[in-house]
Nanobody
Framework: QVQLVESGGGLVQAGGSLRLSCATSGRTFNIVGMGWFRQAPGKEREFVAGINRSGGSTDYADSVKGRFTISRDNAKNTVYLQMNSLKPEDTAVYYC??????????????????WGQGTQVTVSS
């Protein structure tokens, strides 16, 4: 059973930074794609950032480009999301997700087959 465990969420003032981590189980981490999604109250879950299996290809939602950076450490089975210049509209529960096909970055949540439990990020104005 694949497990994904997010950490690093919390309360931060606007303009601040947070680094989310997602640790995964399993021995196939280096061949899977990973992504970060978020869901604000009353809104649908949306794509934030994704990375392919090698880490050589990434993609971001327009709303976070230039502020967020996704990375991965295949030796540690962990994916990260560095979030800088945070805004109140970034407030949401952030989820990491894993997909079996790792050669390209997928932006649709339908392409991801395992999900973490989520971590709350709250940005105060």
């Amino acid at each position: 059973q694949v497990q994904l465990v997010e950490s690093g969420g919390g309360l931060v003032q606007a303009g601040g930074s947070l680094r989310l981590s997602c640790a995964t189980s399993g021995r196939t981490f280096n061949i899977v794609g990973m992504g970060w999604f978020r869901q604000a109250p009353g809104k649908e879950r949306e794509f934030v950032a994704g990375i392919n299996r090698s880490g050589g290809s990434t993609d971001y939602a327009d709303s976070v480009k230039g502020r967020f950076t996704i990375s991965r450490d295949n030796a540690k089975n962990t994916v990260y999301l560095q979030m800088n210049s945070l805004k109140p509209e970034d407030t949401a529960v952030y989820y990491c997700a894993r997909r079996a096909g790792g050669s390209y970055v997928a932006t649709s949540l339908l392409e991801y087959d395992y999900w973490g439990q989520g971590t709350q990020v709250t940005v105060s104005s």
